[in-house]
């Protein structure tokens, strides 16, 4: 029998690859899409404008603040299987708009979970939390199931109600109900405020002459950067396992925002240097001296997380899941798609 999926967040970076991915398994998707006074489906129209798909997508009006929406949408569509991606996932962001964040990340997530509780799907809908590195802080490095939770964002914050939340209706009502702790994951459909797409979309611009340097904030924040493609893979495989559990998804490996700067430079064969310190520190092409990159206060956070990088042996062993994209291939990937798309 055709699988029903519920997706939140099916406009966003992640639901738009989950949703490719689980239509090429078959499955009938329910995609959750907040109204917006402009177009906000770029990610998805290919499936969106195909009416060859018509059967198979259905889209239905949202929003995660909104309990009697989501227990309409839950009931109505009675889903074999929730994936909630939607969030206010901008860290940064998160410090201007606390109380939303945490109504939509925190109370949203026990929403979901109150909804498939009070319509008894208990036995038949399983429900995947996009879950975050950023729950960690800043504590030991690597970070695996095992590390202690120090969060220090109200992103960070509402996501670790919402793991608490997930891991207690897994206990008390016996849902399966599982936890994606995932590191950061990228690619050409990455907003263009997180800093790897806002490099890359940089980059390309100074390529394509419409701009001569930008700004950033804390270059020394370390990340482990992994690709979006490979990690929606581990949702769809941890709600096939045995048992419900959490998991940690990350490639292993981390690395500085500079050297993300000086990778997407290499693409367009400038070599990149850094001279100065703290705000007055640049990075400057090497043969000619051009100031490329410039630090803007603007940019820090209240509170920063240093460095995240995790550990994913559970998830290799128990899923048998892996990371297929490394750190070059994936600063190349959307490198080439900017370069393209600036053109
Ligand atoms: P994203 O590109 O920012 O997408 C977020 C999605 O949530 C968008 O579709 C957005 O809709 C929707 N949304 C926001 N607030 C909502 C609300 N109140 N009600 C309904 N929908 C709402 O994020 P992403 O990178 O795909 O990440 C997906 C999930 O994984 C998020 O929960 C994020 O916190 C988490 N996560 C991401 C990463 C990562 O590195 N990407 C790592 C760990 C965890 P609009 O299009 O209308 O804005
Ligand atoms: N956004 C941004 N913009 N970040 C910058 C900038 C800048 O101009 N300059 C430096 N950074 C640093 C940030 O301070 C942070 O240390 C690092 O780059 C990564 O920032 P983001 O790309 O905004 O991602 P994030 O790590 O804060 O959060 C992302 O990953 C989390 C998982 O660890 C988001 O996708 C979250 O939703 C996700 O949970």
Wanted: aromatic fraction near 12%; glycine fraction near 6%; proline fraction near 3%.
């Amino acid at each position: 029998m055709t699988k029903k999926a519920l997706i939140t967040g099916i406009t966003g970076q992640d639901g738009s690859h989950l949703c490719d991915f689980l239509m090429e398994k078959g499955y009938k998707i329910i995609g959750l899409k907040r109204r917006s006074s402009s177009f906000n489906t770029k990610r998805i129209d290919h499936i969106y404008n195909d009416i060859s798909q018509t059967k198979n997508f259905i889209p239905y009006y949202g929003d995660l603040t909104d309990s009697s929406n989501i227990l309409r949408v839950i009931q109505s569509t009675q889903p074999d299987e929730i994936y909630n991606l939607a969030a206010q996932s901008h860290v940064h962001t998160s410090f201007e708009i606390p109380e939303y964040s945490a109504n939509a990340d925190a109370l949203g997530t026990l929403r979901i979970l109150e909804a498939i509780r009070v319509l008894k799907l208990q036995k038949k809908t399983k429900f995947y939390q996009a879950s975050t590195s950023e729950i960690f802080g800043n504590t030991e490095i690597p970070q695996s199931e095992k590390t202690p939770f120090r969060p220090r964002s109200p992103y960070a914050i509402a996501k670790l109600y919402a793991y608490w939340t997930t891991v207690n209706y897994r206990e008390a009502y016996k849902i399966f109900a599982v936890n994606g702790i995932l590191f950061n994951h990228e690619g050409p459909r990455r907003g263009e405020t997180f800093v790897s797409r806002k490099v890359t979309r940089a980059v390309a611009e100074i390529y394509h002459k419409k701009r001569k340097f930008f700004t950033l904030g804390n270059l020394n924040a370390k990340r482990d950067w992994g690709s979006a493609k490979d990690y929606v893979r581990s949702m769809w495989l941890m709600l096939k396992a045995k048992k419900p559990s959490d998991y940690v998804i990350a490639t292993g490996k981390s690395y500085t925002v500079k050297k993300f700067v000086e990778e997407a430079f290499k693409y367009i064969g400038v070599k990149i240097s850094w001279k100065g310190k703290g705000i007055n520190e640049v990075g400057i092409d090497k043969k000619t001296g051009h100031i490329y990159v410039k630090v803007d206060p603007k940019y820090f956070r209240p509170t920063e997380v240093f460095e995240l990088r995790g550990d994913a042996s559970k998830a290799k062993k128990e899923l048998k899941w892996k990371p297929s994209t490394n750190f070059k291939e994936l600063v190349a990937e959307m490198m080439e798609h900017d370069l393209n798309e600036i053109k």
